[in-house]
Structure formats: structure tokens, C-alpha cells
């Protein structure tokens, strides 16, 4: 009784930089579990890297012109998405051309990064790029950030079923007469939100650990899409929360007393949940064996 | 039910379809058979309104045909599904009914009841909630099948289902298919490499071979005469124990014709004597 009074009494609810982070992980994080749904049913995983690097470039870049870094790697996504759409799939030696364009935006990137350094003298521009920044975020973005994630949202439920067609087997869903390049035009804007609105929050080299890690532990337990989606999205919200909650009180832990990076701990968080999942569905197809009822 | 009028194909400046001519009526169980490479994908996917012919037409109930008809079910030959997909048999059936409408479906009985029809008509209401990823090559195509059925169409398009299948299974889905073409006044059009499995259940055969067909009852299409006919060069159809064999084909030749195709060579010109 006493620790739950203490819970609901604690500076923690009272602080504006707690509330922001909250929102901007929980955010991203349901956007990101949604659209990792389909990116692991599509077998994109991949291009989600390829999404977040190149948007770590757009925003080293904003931080040298003084803007919101968000609106550097949305940019720079949607380039990098444009990019990948126009390369399109049966492109020979497609891998070989994202690989070297992917390297002339990191080493861009680098560039950029090592002029912020020499502006602002510290090393917080690529601290706050690559791992995110979450406490220290511009608060004047966390209303856009959450308008772009729930925007995103309705497209996904909007195309709900053809998508779901087109990430099953392309083929089969232009049979049917799915504007399937469409379809997929629209997934990938998703894919863009998610993925740069989750490289804000965790940094462009942690957000694939938002956009892969609830929706593969979802697809993993569930049998249902619809369940996989709920599950994967109930994962990326608890990570979010316990990992603002621990790194808040993580200020007060040894050695330093200077806290630790909420990115990582949400990561890590992430992490365990997945080797939960896994243990999980397995400890389920055992209990069915035992049960004897077997389904083929 | 379906026309094909003198359809001509080029694909990648090949001509692949040079004139084929054939109809289905309803009810009717029609094999579309021809060696590989002979254009049976290409004419499938011409019904299906995927290719434009550049000469002739094709017609479903009269009309022209166009992409996404509902009047057509269509089964793939195969597809391939991660064994982690999260969907169930009855979720993988339902797509075929209203998969290709926008936003979320809304769960309603005379959805799920229709969904639970379309599975029982294949006999798959056993493994109907088991993960698709998991199931046999038989019971995929039986879902297959009954995601094609659940939307009541009047024409079924089976791409090659019985590659995949050992014979007991192969059996099987012929007689299932020609059950449903009696029982439900469906037109059916199954393409196979081989006849043999389907000989005792088809009405109708529609054989392709350097693009062009040839098409009507099995003891029609399937002699020396007719077959000789289409290849352009002298090939036998000979009976053996139930069996009809085609000697002389290209399917009989040495080199089978995607070597032939990977050498740059033209369709049959390699094994044409």
C-alpha cells in the first residue's frame, strides 16, 4: 500500500519531460508494432535499416540548419522510401545498388555529424541521432509525432485486407484485380512513418528494435493476424512504459547516479519479451501434443 | 460460359499464344494439358485479365473479360507461406471472400457461415483452425480451393494442382473438382502437364503446344492425326494400359525444353528434327 501510494505520488506524473517521452515511445511504439506486422509477414525487415539510416542522415543534416531533427528523418525516409520503391523487385543487382547509395548517405551522415560536433562541441547530436532522446526531444514535435503515427494507423486499417493479400503472395492479389502497386505504395508511406518516428524515439540504430522486435514476439505466439497485431502493439506499450519508468529511476542507480539510456533499456526490454514469446509458443505446442489434440 | 477467340500473345517479342480458339460451357471439367512452355500460364493469366492479348478475345458470358471478376475463382499453383504466418485456415478462407474490399472485416455470421460452407464442401473443417503455415501440400490446396469457392464463382481457373501432390492426393482433388463442377453447374478449367490423372474425370480437353490449341473430347484431341496436326510434326498418341502416352513430344526428347530455353534457343526448334 505504501509503494503504491508512493507509485501515484511520485515526481514522476508531475514531470513535462516524462509526459513527452511517454508519448512520443508509445506512439511510435504502437505504429511501429502495427506496420512490423506486415514488414515481417512481407520479409522487409531490411528495408527498414535501410529507412532509418539513411533518415539518421536527414537528421544530422537539420541539426547543422537548427531543425527539428524529426523532420530531417522523415525526409530523408521518404527519399529512401521513394528510392526503394522506384527500384522496384525484379531489378537485377538491386542489392548491389541500395548497398553502395546506403553508404554515400552513411558516409553523408558522417560528415554531417562530425560538423555538428564542431558547432555545438559536445557529442550529444550523435548521441541524441543514433540512440535517441526521448527526455530531451523538442516538445514541440510530440503533437505531430502522434498525429502522423495515428494518421498512419487508419491508412493501415484502410488497406487492411489487401495489404494483408499482397503480403501473402503478389502474385495471387493482382489476380484478383488488388491494385497491388498501389497497395504497396501506401504500406511503404506507413513503413516510413513507423520507422522514423521510432528512430526519434529510440535513435536511428535501436529502431529497428521497436519496428522488428513486438511484431516478430506477436507473430510468433499468435495464430491470428488480428492477435498478432493486438499482442505485437500490447508488447511495443509495455517496453515503452517500463523502460521511461526504469530510466527515470535509473538516476538514482550505482555506479554514477547519472541514469541510463532509455533506448537501451527499452531495447532490452524488447529483447526479453521476444525470448518470452518464443519460450511461450513453444510451451504451447507442447501442451497441445500432451493434450493429444493434434491438428495437422 | 467462357470463349477464347483466337487469342494471340507476345510476350518479351516472343510470340507465345498464335491463335487459341476454345469454349467452356457450365457445368463442363475441362483439362487444359500442353508440354512446358507451351503457354498455359500466359493463357490463364489472359482469362484472368492479367495479359492484354494483342489478337482476339476473351469473353465470360459474353462479355469482355476484366481483371478481378468475381465470376472467376482463381487457384494458384502454390502458395508460399512462412510456417510462423498467423493466419488460420477458416482466416486464409475468408480472404477469398471479401479479401480484396478496403478497411477492417467486421466479423458476421453470414460471413462466417459462408466460410464455414466453402470449408466443408473440401472436407477441410478438421484443420480448419490449424496455422496454414503447418499444413500438408493436400490440405493447402484443398483451402485453396475453398478460398476460391467461397466466392460462389461460375468459372474455377486450377493452375497445375497436381504438382505437388503424391498420387493418393492428386486422386483425390480431381474427384473433389469433379464433383463440384456436377454438383454446383460450375465451369472448371484445370491445367496439367500430364492427363493421366484426369482422364476418367474430364469432359472436355483443350490441348496447347507451340501456342496454338487444340480442343474437344479426350478420344478427339488425343490421336496421332490431331496431335501431329498441332506439334507441325509427325508425334503418336498411344494407349497403354489406361494410360496415353504422346511419343515423340517434346516432353519425350532429351533435352527438356528449359535447357533448350536457357540456350537461347527458340520453343521446340532444339528437339525438332
Not at chain 2, 485456415?89 to 467486421?106: K, M, Q, S, T
Not at chain 2, 473440401?122 to 485453396?144: F, H, I, K, M, N
Request: with cysteine.
Amino acid at each position: 500500500m505504501m509503494y503504491l501510494d508512493a507509485f501515484v505520488h511520485s515526481p514522476f506524473w508531475h514531470s513535462p519531460q516524462v509526459w513527452h517521452a511517454l508519448f512520443i515511445t508509445t506512439s511510435a511504439g504502437v505504429v511501429s508494432a502495427v506496420v512490423g506486422v506486415f514488414i515481417v509477414l512481407r520479409g522487409q525487415s531490411f528495408a527498414g535499416h535501410i529507412l532509418t539510416d539513411v533518415g539518421a542522415t536527414g537528421a544530422s543534416a537539420s541539426f547543422l540548419f537548427s531543425i527539428n531533427s524529426w523532420y530531417g528523418f522523415l525526409s530523408f525516409g521518404l527519399l529512401a522510401g521513394a528510392g526503394m520503391e522506384a527500384l522496384g523487385k525484379r531489378t537485377r543487382g538491386r542489392d548491389t545498388a541500395t548497398g553502395l547509395v546506403l553508404s554515400f548517405f552513411m558516409g553523408l551522415g558522417a560528415l554531417f555529424l562530425f560538423l555538428d560536433t564542431r558547432v555545438s562541441n559536445t557529442a550529444d547530436v550523435t548521441m541524441s541521432v543514433l540512440f535517441g532522446s526521448v527526455f530531451t526531444a523538442d516538445p514541440n514535435t510530440t503533437p505531430w509525432l502522434i498525429g502522423t503515427s495515428a494518421a498512419t494507423l487508419l491508412v493501415v486499417a484502410a488497406i487492411y485486407r489487401p495489404l494483408l493479400i499482397c503480403s501473402i503472395d503478389a502474385e495471387w492479389a493482382q489476380a484478383r484485380g488488388i491494385p497491388v502497386r498501389w497497395v504497396g505504395l501506401l504500406f511503404m508511406l506507413a513503413f516510413v512513418v513507423a520507422a522514423e518516428d521510432s528512430a526519434l524515439a529510440m535513435g536511428a540504430l535501436l529502431s529497428t528494435a521497436f519496428l522488428m522486435g513486438p511484431a516478430a514476439a506477436g507473430v510468433r505466439i499468435a495464430h491470428r493476424i488480428g492477435a498478432a497485431i493486438g499482442i505485437s502493439a500490447l508488447l511495443a506499450v509495455m517496453a515503452a512504459w517500463l523502460g521511461v519508468g526504469l530510466a527515470y529511476a535509473s538516476y538514482n542507480w550505482p555506479p554514477a547516479g547519472r541514469g541510463y539510456p532509455c533506448s537501451f533499456l527499452i531495447a532490452d526490454i524488447l529483447f526479453m519479451e521476444y525470448l518470452g514469446a518464443g519460450m511461450a509458443a513453444r510451451w504451447r505446442a507442447h501442451i497441445r501434443r500432451l493434450g493429444g489434440k493434434r491438428c495437422t | 460460359m467462357l470463349d477464347v477467340r483466337d487469342v494471340h500473345v507476345h510476350l518479351a517479342e516472343r510470340l507465345v499464344l498464335a491463335g487459341v480458339q476454345f469454349q467452356i460451357e457450365a457445368g463442363e471439367f475441362v483439362g487444359l494439358i500442353g508440354p512446358n512452355g507451351a503457354g498455359k500460364t500466359t493463357l490463364l493469366k489472359t482469362i484472368l485479365g492479367l495479359v492484354t492479348p494483342d489478337l482476339g478475345q476473351v469473353l465470360v458470358d459474353n462479355r469482355p473479360i476484366r481483371r478481378g471478376n468475381p465470376a472467376i475463382g482463381y487457384v494458384p499453383q502454390k502458395v508460399h507461406l512462412d510456417p510462423d504466418t498467423p493466419l488460420r485456415g477458416r482466416d486464409f478462407v475468408a480472404l477469398g471472400l471479401d479479401g480484396v474490399r478496403w478497411g477492417v472485416p467486421l466479423p458476421r455470421r453470414s460471413r462466417r457461415e459462408r466460410v464455414e460452407r466453402a470449408l466443408g464442401s473440401v472436407q477441410a473443417l478438421t484443420y480448419a483452425d490449424a496455422p496454414v503455415g503447418r499444413l500438408s501440400g493436400g490440405e493447402l490446396q484443398r483451402l485453396q480451393i475453398a478460398q476460391a469457392l467461397v466466392g460462389e464463382p461460375r468459372l474455377l481457373l486450377v493452375d497445375e494442382p497436381l504438382s505437388n501432390l503424391d498420387i493418393r492426393n492428386a486422386h483425390e482433388v480431381v474427384r473433389l473438382l469433379h464433383e463440384l463442377a456436377r454438383s454446383r453447374g460450375m465451369a472448371i478449367l484445370l491445367v496439367a502437364h500430364d492427363l493421366n490423372p484426369l482422364l476418367s474425370a474430364l469432359d472436355k480437353v483443350v490441348y496447347l503446344a507451340r501456342g496454338r490449341s487444340m480442343a474437344g473430347r479426350t478420344d478427339e484431341v488425343m490421336t496421332s492425326e490431331s496431335l501431329s496436326r498441332l506439334y507441325g510434326y509427325p508425334v503418336e498418341v498411344m494407349r497403354t494400359r489406361g494410360r496415353i502416352v504422346v511419343v515423340g513430344g517434346p516432353d519425350m526428347h532429351l533435352v527438356p525444353p528449359e535447357a533448350a530455353d536457357h540456350a537461347g534457343l527458340g520453343e521446340w526448334e532444339a528437339t525438332t528434327p
